[in-house]
């Protein structure tokens, strides 16, 4: 199995969106990067997806090649783009919607095994029993055998009836697809060429359509609304947790808990209610996240504790206790065992082992040393107007509660700043200055800091 067709150029007129329906997200990925995912993940190596013009530029930083489909006239129509642009091979092609983010790779591998050149299968099709109503294409079968795929908007009284579904995940022998594929027509209602009707056009021409059952036909979930959309990243979401659980990570509440594929979470971490987790993640063994947390592109050391936090981008050694109410916004890089506190705000801080910051701190730009205590209120003043300037703390230094350290400044090793001080010198190592110097006003015509 090497090559597949996925559609995508569809309007998704169904989501009333600005924005073309494969490119909203779930879980943290836009729609038809799962489905890429699972193409790739069951070995395919050629992808062309069909786009929209609008798509286009998106699709560009997914690495997979397009084919332009203007107007869009039918999944039919979508996949005599394809093929036209297409140098014809011997062999499979598998073809998928771009709107059904929930299938995996087996499932891919399934259908295309399916295909049989020697017995003269010219189509291994996917179908799912679901519960009605469904806005599925129906499977009608004669005396057993699929006959035709029949679209709802089509479909007779009776033939809404039917429970059984075509998925919409196909592989097709391309040479017998090639040689239907020009047949279509547009007498339905939509008006549109149907890839559907290649189904009863091959068994027309007394080649052999196999079906596949889905195991479970929440894999096969099509998302043509937003109700539809959320419905899927449940799911989703749900298959996400239940991996983790299954390789020793406690989630109290799953439904709550909000992952995104790629994640590395070890054992016996536990993930409290309304935590979400995302992005280039790492995540050490028995560490506590949660609840009310959020967590992207960031390494997690072993037995952390995080709760109602923000951390972005930022990496933390072992046994680092983070809030509540602590946000840890860009390129922090946290020492072992430091305490961030509440309303603490971190950007582009590096702590040694043994800091702590308990209480209500801005520090931005900042290196500080090992066991420093930087006291409640103490703010770096890293900005000037123009530029963001260093604040350096020295180890076992004492920052004093509502210190202001006007940045660029060093403050040295086991110095100490008294509470309320704006710190505008340098302090050198061991000593401790206090109160607010009147040569501040060295700074009169300065960019105020
Ligand atoms: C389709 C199937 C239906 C099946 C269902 C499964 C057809 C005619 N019907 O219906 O049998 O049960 O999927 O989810 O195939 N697209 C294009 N170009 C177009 C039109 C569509 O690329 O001109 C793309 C869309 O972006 C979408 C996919 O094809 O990703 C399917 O189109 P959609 O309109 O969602 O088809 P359904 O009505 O869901
Ligand atoms: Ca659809």
Redesign the pocket.
């Given at each position: 199995m090497s090559r597949a067709i996925?559609?995508?150029?569809?309007?998704?007129t169904r989501m009333k969106s600005a924005q073309p329906?494969?490119l909203h997200e779930l879980c943290g990925r836009p729609m038809i990067w799962h489905v890429l995912e699972a193409l790739r993940s069951a070995g395919v190596t050629e992808i062309v997806v069909?786009?929209?013009p609008e798509l286009e530029p998106a699709l560009a930083a997914f690495g997979v090649r397009m084919v332009v489909?203007e107007?869009?006239?039918?999944?039919?129509?979508?996949v005599q783009v394809a093929l036209a642009a297409l140098e014809p091979h011997e062999g499979t092609v598998v073809i998928a919607?771009?709107?059904?983010p929930l299938v995996d790779h087996t499932i891919f591998e399934d259908v295309a095994a399916a295909i049989d050149f020697d017995a003269g299968t010219a189509l291994g099709m996917v179908t799912a029993k679901m519960p009605l109503p469904s806005?599925?294409?129906r499977v009608v079968r004669d005396r057993g055998s699929v006959r035709r795929?029949v679209?709802?908007r089509d479909c007779t009284a009776a033939e809404r009836e039917i429970d059984e579904?075509?998925?919409?995940i196909y592989a097709f022998d391309e040479r017998a697809l090639r040689s239907v594929i020009g047949k279509l027509t547009d007498a339905n209602a939509?008006g549109?060429?149907?890839?559907?009707?290649t189904i009863a056009l091959l068994v027309d021409a007394s080649y052999r359509v196999v079906p596949v059952a889905a195991q479970d036909y929440r894999l096969?979930?099509?998302v043509?609304d937003r109700a539809e959309l959320a419905a899927a990243r449940a799911v989703l979401n749900a298959r996400l947790c239940e991996a983790h659980m299954l390789d020793g990570v406690t989630i109290v509440d799953p439904a709550t808990t909000y992952l995104e594929p790629g994640l590395e979470i070890g054992a016996d971490t536990v993930i409290a209610p309304n935590t979400a987790i995302g992005g280039r993640t790492t995540i050490g063994a028995g560490v506590r996240i949660g609840p009310n947390t959020r967590i992207r592109d960031a390494r997690i050391g072993d037995r952390c504790r995080i709760t109602d936090s923000i951390v972005l981008n930022s990496a933390l050694a072992e046994d680092v206790t983070i809030g509540p109410f602590a946000h840890l916004r860009d390129g922090n890089v946290i020492g072992a065992t430091t305490h961030i506190g509440n309303f603490v705000e971190l950007k582009k801080t590096t702590t040694s082992p043994g800091v702590k910051a308990s209480h209500l701190a801005y520090l931005g730009d900042a290196t500080i040393g090992e066991n420093t205590n930087i006291g409640a209120g103490t703010i770096t003043c890293n900005y000037d107007g123009e530029r963001k300037n260093e604040t350096t703390i020295g180890r076992d230094a004492f920052i004093g509660s509502n210190s202001s350290l006007v940045a660029p400044i060093r403050i040295g090793d086991g110095a100490a700043t008294g509470a309320g001080t704006v710190v505008i010198r340098d302090v050198p190592d061991g000593d401790r200055v206090v109160g607010n110097p009147a040569r501040s006003i060295e700074k009169k015509g300065a960019t105020p800091a």
């Open positions: 996925v559609l995508a150029a569809g309007k998704g329906k494969v069909v786009a929209s489909q107007p869009q006239r039918g999944t039919g129509h979508a919607y771009g709107d059904m806005s599925f294409g795929i679209e709802l579904m075509n998925a919409g939509q549109e060429l149907y890839l559907t009707d096969v979930l099509g043509n």
